[in-house]
């Protein structure tokens, strides 16, 4: 099992920042490819950014590429997501999640996920 607590949303204007970041406890963190999803109001939850084990891999969906930046810290436990140039189509719950399997961008890939955080960007 893999706990997982995301923190570091909050309400942000339009080109503001934030960074989120998800805590892990239980089996080794390390063992696990990492993912942000985000579901924002009447939508479906979708894909954000994953990241390897090692940090060797790492993608985002189109609309973040060049915005958004995922890392991890193995030694803390911890993954986050730098948010940057937010934009209001951005706001949503950001949940991250952990795949024992593939770095993917799909949800049923990931067994482990948070309970999320809401981002909010006014305009």
């Known amino acids: 099992q893999v706990q997982l607590v995301e923190s570091g949303g909050g309400l942000v204007q339009a080109g503001g920042s934030l960074r989120l970041s998800c805590a892990a406890s239980g089996r080794t963190f390390s063992l696990y490819h990492m993912g942000w999803f985000r579901q924002a109001p009447g939508k479906e939850r979708e894909f954000v950014s994953t990241?390897?084990?090692?940090?060797?891999?790492?993608y985002y969906t189109d609309p973040v590429k060049g915005r958004f930046t995922i890392s991890r810290d193995n030694a803390k436990n911890t993954v986050y997501l730098q948010m940057n140039s937010l934009k209001p189509e951005d706001t949503a719950v950001y949940f991250c999640?952990?795949?024992?399997?593939?770095?993917?961008?799909?949800?049923?890939?990931?067994?482990?996920w948070g309970q999320g955080t809401q981002v909010t960007v006014s305009s």
């Open positions: 999640a952990a795949s024992g399997g593939t770095a993917s961008v799909t949800s049923s890939a990931y067994a482990y």
């Open positions: 990241i390897s084990r090692s940090s060797v891999f790492t």
